[in-house]
């Protein structure tokens, strides 16, 4: 075998295996049509790990928005945006969903915080900035609605949703805090 087939060969596998490692398994989801298929979804993502999400949807409750995306590139980090925004039916659901919440909150260092001013609403914050990453609630009591963030190497040109629910230091957290 000649030299230039060689060096022909050599590049084609050079070119492969850098395609094999920039390639990624993208998923988009945007809604689901009831809870069954929130839980279903939830479940088969990977994201039932997450403190703040619920797990199925309150009777109670309306999703007003669910966006998720994930891009898993085998050797890049990986980036992840899923975003849930729940109204409640009345006062008592939306207490009770907060109640969740709060009995995550802790002293200890894997235990939630709470954020009473966090861009005028109440947040549970799981991971703020830790690794670029970003799992918290914002509680709206007055409108009776929830917004769960979960971020994961994402820009904030990238962000989906109302980029007033992002923290003031997005992308710049000075004290990064993560529960896991």
């Not at 900035?129 to 007055?142: F, Q």
Request: glycine residues 6%.
């Amino acid at each position: 075998m000649s030299k230039a087939k060689i060096m022909i060969l050599i590049v084609m596998l050079a070119l492969t295996t850098v395609l094999f490692f920039l390639s990624s398994d993208k998923k988009e989801i945007k809604g689901f049509k009831d809870a069954k298929e929130y839980a279903q979804q939830f479940a088969q993502t990977g994201n039932g790990q997450l403190k703040v999400f619920p797990d199925v949807i309150p009777d109670e409750a309306v999703q007003k928005d669910y966006y998720y995306y994930a891009n898993t590139p085998p050797i890049l980090s990986a980036k992840y945006q899923i975003h849930l925004k729940l109204e409640f039916s009345s006062k008592v659901s939306y207490d009770q969903e907060v109640s969740r919440l709060s009995e995550l909150v802790g002293n200890s260092a894997k235990k939630i915080k709470v954020n009473d001013d966090f861009q005028g609403k109440k947040a549970f914050i799981a991971v703020m900035g830790e690794k670029d990453t970003y799992e918290y609630a914002v509680c709206d009591t007055d409108g009776k609605t929830i917004d769960y963030i979960y971020l994961q190497s994402i820009g904030e040109s990238s962000v989906e949703f109302d980029k007033g629910l992002l923290p003031s230091d997005y992308g710049n957290v000075k004290e990064a805090y993560n529960i896991y």
